[in-house]
């Protein structure tokens, strides 16, 4: 059989690594192709993932860089429509819930060909996030539903979609993870910085950045958090266009205590994270990252699709309320936390499973 191998931007790279390794050994059976739709671009949104995590250069990149949402979605369709004509593949593989994850998809399941999704059955039930939309189609479309826990399980059988489709497997972001922590560990913080006497910051969705008022309010949130530990904010190039165009920039990076630095590749960021104090995010991802290391996660979003990180890991959904933001934090460094337990299956061998499942179908 053939299988194309879908990553489109940055979360992607993390969740389809280790699938494309668990493909090794049934590589003289089948072929595997990976195809980066080049929905992420720059060097350390993209090349820089592929060196940390040793993948190697895709075989095809659409190259198709950054748009509106639709413009960047049918760029993606009609490019990789041609290349499943050229191609003709058995099998799609998906990850994630980015525009790419959609777009390859939609189109694949139109030229009638299989569609399995990684990580399927999240939602957050908030449809002004694109992502949930991006979720709910490609789950609508998929042959197979990879999940990364038991409420996506049930997500997708309150959905009506059929249970021999639904198949539980882990978390391949966390395979990623149990594979390369030691390493990631080994890397000294930045300079100036000791374990455990730091927080990290991270920032990047629309609905908390493109916002001058919300994003004005995180800031002052951190604004106090820094005068008592030491924030390190590894800014996404969205959050810094806008911190540009709103003209906080210059202030954000006078704030005592908090240092605003380029986006970090996989090792670094991951290092940094293991030794840090507690994590602010808005991220999917980093809400499961910290699950897994004990770290504290503080989640400046209303809801989560990732109810698990809060249910039994170290994740608290804080909203966006300076005030709230602040306390939550506050909480923490009195101690305040919850230590959690790492959810089931979420030990490093899901994509192992995944590829079994998937030469298995035939
Ligand atoms: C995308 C995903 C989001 C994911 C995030 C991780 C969608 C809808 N969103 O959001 O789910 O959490 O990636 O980063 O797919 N840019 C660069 N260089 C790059 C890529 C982007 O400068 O390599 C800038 C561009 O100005 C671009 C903006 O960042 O317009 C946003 O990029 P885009 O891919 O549209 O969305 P993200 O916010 O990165």
Not at 45 to 62: C, H, K, T, W
Not at 69 to 75: D, E, F, L, P, S
Not at 266 to 290: A, C, K, N, W
């Amino acid at each position: 059989m053939k299988f194309l191998l879908i990553a489109g931007a940055r979360p992607n790279f993390m969740k389809i690594a280790p699938v494309l390794e668990a493909f090794r050994p049934f590589r003289e059976a089948h072929q595997v192709r990976l195809v980066h739709t080049g929905q992420h671009y720059d060097a350390r949104m993209s090349g820089a993932f592929f060196r940390d995590l040793g993948i190697p250069e895709p075989d095809v990149n659409l190259g198709v860089g950054s748009a509106t949402h639709a413009g960047q979605t049918a760029r993606v369709m009609v490019a990789f429509e041609q290349v499943c004509l050229a191609e003709t593949p058995d099998w799609v593989v998906v990850v994630g819930d980015v525009n790419s994850t959609m777009a390859c998809a939609i189109t694949a399941k139109k030229l009638g060909i299989r569609v399995a999704h990684v990580e399927a059955g999240l939602r957050s039930r908030d449809m002004s996030m694109p992502e949930e939309i991006n979720r709910l189609c490609t789950d609508a479309v998929s042959d197979l539903l990879f999940t990364t826990d038991v409420g996506a399980n049930q997500n997708l059988r309150r959905e009506g979609v059929a249970e021999e489709k639904i198949c539980f497997v882990g978390n391949t972001m966390i395979d990623t993870l149990l594979r390369h922590i030691d390493r990631a560990r080994s890397i000294a913080p930045l300079n100036g910085y000791s374990p455990g006497n730091f927080a990290i910051l991270t920032l990047h969705r629309p609905s908390n950045v493109d916002n001058e008022t919300t994003l004005r309010g995180i800031l002052d949130a951190v604004r106090s958090l820094a005068a008592r530990i030491p924030v390190i904010f590894p800014a996404h190039p969205r959050t810094m266009k806008r911190l540009e165009e709103f003209g906080m920039l210059a202030s954000a990076q006078s704030i005592p205590g908090f240092r605003v630095i380029e986006p970090l590749s996989y090792l670094p960021f991951i290092g940094l994270v293991s030794h840090s104090r507690m994590v602010l995010t808005d991220s999917g991802g980093i809400q499961e990252e910290t699950t897994v290391l004990g770290i504290p996660c503080l989640t400046m979003r209303a809801n989560t699709e990732r109810p698990i990180t809060c249910d039994v890991g170290t994740n608290l959904l804080v909203g966006v309320d300076p005030d709230n933001v602040k306390d939550a934090a506050v909480g923490v460094l009195e101690g305040n936390v919850h230590r959690g337990r790492v959810p089931d299956k979420w030990d490093g061998k899901a994509a192992q499973r995944i590829v079994e499942i998937l030469v298995g179908r035939g």
